[in-house]
Nanobody
Framework: VQLQASGGGLVQAGGSLRLSCAAS????????MGWYRQPPGKQRELVGRCTRNGSTNYADSVKGRFTISRDNAKNTVYLQMNSLKPEDTAVYYC??????????????WGLGTQVTVSS
């Protein structure tokens, strides 16, 4: 199983970016999908997650600005980031809780994509 993230880059404060993360490989089903980020010199933190039925929750720091969605047919999760701030600068990692069979799941991670917000 692999997760491939894309869509990072450099943007000015107030701008928008959309990240995508597609899972591939031996996939029976996917439970939660979501995003973490690691700002420079800080620990990795949860940005938000999306359940299979579309329920979402977010870190307080991104509520109202970021939206997570997913396409179950494509095994893909998205992160729409609006009104970006310099403090959103981080490496963003996607993850997915994937069942390769009906009984147990593992958490898989993408390699990370850099998001830089200039002031």
């Amino acid at each position: 199983v692999q997760l491939q993230a894309s869509g990072g880059g450099l943007v000015q404060a107030g701008g928008s970016l959309r990240l995508s993360c597609a899972a591939s490989g031996s996939i029976f089903s996917i439970a939660d999908m979501g995003w973490y980020r690691q700002p420079p010199g800080k620990q990795r933190e949860l940005v938000g997650r999306c359940t299979r039925n579309g329920s979402t929750n977010y870190a307080d720091s991104v509520k109202g600005r970021f939206t997570i969605s997913r396409d179950n047919a494509k095994n893909t999760v998205y992160l729409q980031m609006n009104s970006l701030k310099p403090e959103d600068t981080a490496v963003y990692y996607c993850y997915a809780d994937i069942y390769s069979g009906p009984w147990s799941s593992n958490t898989y991670w993408g390699l990370g994509t850099q998001v830089t917000v200039s002031s």
